[in-house]
């Protein structure tokens, strides 16, 4: 299973991004996804999650209202579309794959993860 997370850049406060995480090697309609977020000398945390119907999403209340999860399942990919940009926002960010929806932000109940993309906000 590979995850491919790309998107990330720079960008002034009050700007949006979209992150994107490609899917391969597994049925990724049946997974349960999720965005974590690692700012330096910090640890990581939760962002948002969805299901694996996508009619289910989850999210940390730093981005509430900012923030929106989805999926393209013809696509095998999830989305993290950022607005409102924040400096707070900087990070790398992470996509997970297989994890378990009851308890979504917990990172060891992922199974895979891609290997992060970096988001930097300016003010």
Known sequence: VQLQ???????????SLRLS????????????MGWFRQASGKEREFVAAINWSGYATYYADSVKGRFTISRDKAENTV??????????DTAVY?????????APQVE???DYWGQGTQVTVSS
């Open 5 to 15: 997370a790309s998107g990330g850049g720079l960008v002034q406060a009050g700007g």
């Open 21 to 32: 995480c490609a899917v391969s090697g597994r049925p990724f309609s049946r997974s349960n």
């Open 79 to 88: 989305y993290l579309q950022m607005n409102s940009l924040k400096p707070e």
């Open 94 to 102: 992470y996509c997970a794959a297989n994890g378990d929806f009851y």
């Open 108 to 110: 060891n109940k992922y």
